[in-house]
């Protein structure tokens, strides 16, 4: 494909996102039916869908129009691209513009500037103060790729060298002493041995930096709630050195990669459907707006509503209350989201000892989206002995 016929797949894909399909879901559409598409080629197309997907509002702006054509007009705009050689109508490239489409409209103001809709821009300066801007302009960009380095196979060093022979560069992160950041390569990850062998993880820096705050001894007993993939639960088995971690999670489906990962990571994590007795530490990482994370799950910023929000803020709560019965007296509760809004993290856990009398907060520790990783929080909250 040109890359003009790769902007033209990209418009399409875009089409069916702005008709209400999920990102994934709109580019799998678009991939089954493009069988003369080569691997370069598809990742291009999905680049390209992201990159609007990040800015989807202000791309509208400056493509004057709420269409998959007028945003990708707009963030190849933004990028000072020659449009007249992308939209050219040549083969399969779009076909070129309109008179109307020419005109440039003034640079988006505001929240459209920052890609937030209204209500959580306003959201986001009662959380962040004078940081929100920077937050949500570090939301438009694309995120790093990170590494964990699996304590259990190896040191973060050897780690760096096995990548290195296999024409993947990284940068150890100051965030997590497992973290690496990976500065070429990053697509040959998944297939490379040091990846295959369990050796390396792919796990944001940040997250990593979540589970060191948590204070693992050998010979706890350990639950993860809220397990999903498990990519706490095997970072923690790996500081444990000895399990198990016993993983949890509402949609038991959601761990089906588990087993296969703790096995390639030689970590003892088991599953559980039914928590019982108490434990020494129970993380709950909770289910969140995801608002830390929007880099890599962009869409999550358009479809959150205010009330999505109040209902996400209930079910952490109520997880919450749910852990508290579970963790031992003296024991840890770690609370942690992908969230960078209050509701969802410090008010979470002031409201929680509020209900809980004799607990705790030991300590809060937020993250910004950035360099570093993506933006979380974690609270450890202590049990009354
Ligand atoms: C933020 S994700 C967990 C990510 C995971 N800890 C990791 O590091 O890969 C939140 C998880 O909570 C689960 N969840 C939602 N409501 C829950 C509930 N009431 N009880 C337990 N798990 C729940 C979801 O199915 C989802 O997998």
């Known amino acids: 494909m040109t890359p003009a016929a790769r902007v033209q797949a990209?418009?399409?894909?875009?089409?069916?996102?702005?008709?209400?399909?999920?990102?994934e879901q709109a580019l799998l559409g678009w991939s089954r039916g493009a069988r003369?598409?080569?691997?370069?080629?598809?990742?291009?197309?999905?680049?390209?869908?992201?990159?609007?997907?990040?800015?989807?509002?202000?791309?509208?702006?400056l493509g004057g129009a709420e269409t998959g054509r007028a945003r990708m007009i707009g963030l190849l705009r933004s990028?000072?691209?020659?449009?007249?050689?992308?939209?050219?109508?040549?083969?399969?490239?779009?076909?070129?513009?309109?008179?109307?489409?020419?005109?440039?409209?003034?640079p988006p103001q505001g929240f459209a500037a920052l890609d937030l809709p209204d209500w959580l821009g306003s959201m986001f300066e009662q959380s962040l103060g004078d940081q929100a801007s920077n937050v949500a302009r570090t939301l438009q960009e694309r995120a790093p790729v990170f590494l964990r380095v699996n304590g259990l196979k190896s040191t973060r060093a050897s780690a760096q060298q096995q990548l290195r022979a296999e024409g993947i560069e990284t940068t150890p992160v100051?965030?997590?002493?497992?973290?690496?950041?990976?500065?070429?390569?990053?697509?040959?990850?998944?297939?490379?041995?040091a990846y295959l062998n369990g050796v390396v993880e792919l796990q944001d820096a940040a997250s990593q930096a979540v589970v060191d705050a948590l204070p693992l001894r050998a010979g706890m007993r350990v639950l993860d709630y809220c397990a999903g993939g498990g990519g706490k639960a095997l970072a923690m088995a790996a500081r444990l050195g000895a399990g198990p971690v016993e993983a949890h999670d509402i949609d038991p489906k959601r761990m089906t990669d588990l087993p296969a990962r703790a096995q390639r990571a030689a970590a003892d994590v088991v599953q559980t459907?039914?928590?019982?007795?108490?434990?020494?530490?129970?993380?709950?990482?909770?289910?969140?707006?995801?608002?830390?994370?929007?880099?890599?799950?962009p869409e999550g910023k358009w479809r959150l509503s205010e009330s999505g929000l109040a209902e996400l803020c209930e079910t952490q709560a109520e997880i919450?209350?749910?852990?508290?019965?579970?963790?031992?007296?003296?024991?840890?509760?770690?609370?942690?989201?992908?969230?960078?809004?209050?509701?969802?993290?410090?008010?979470?856990?002031?409201?929680?000892?509020k209900r809980h009398p004799g607990w705790t907060v030991k300590s809060q520790k937020s993250f910004l989206p950035g360099e570093t990783g993506d933006g979380l929080f974690v609270a450890l909250i202590e049990a009354p002995i």
């Open 10 to 23: 990209a418009i399409e894909v875009l089409d069916r996102i702005g008709a209400g399909a999920a990102a």
């Open 36 to 61: 003369y598409a080569g691997s370069k080629d598809r990742r291009a197309v999905r680049d390209h869908v992201f990159d609007v997907v990040r800015r989807w509002r202000s791309c509208a702006e």
């Open 79 to 106: 990028q000072d691209a020659d449009l007249d050689a992308v939209f050219s109508g040549q083969g399969h490239a779009p076909a070129p513009l309109t008179p109307d489409e020419r005109v440039t409209s003034d």
């Open 174 to 193: 100051d965030v997590s002493p497992t973290a690496l950041r990976v500065d070429v390569g990053a697509r040959a990850v998944a297939r490379s041995a």
């Open 273 to 297: 459907r039914a928590p019982s007795g108490v434990y020494d530490l129970v993380l709950a990482d909770a289910p969140c707006s995801g608002s830390g994370a929007w880099r890599r799950a």
């Open 320 to 353: 919450l209350d749910t852990c508290a019965g579970l963790v031992a007296p003296g024991g840890i509760l770690a609370y942690a989201t992908c969230s960078v809004l209050n509701c969802e993290n410090q008010d979470q856990a002031t409201a929680f000892v």
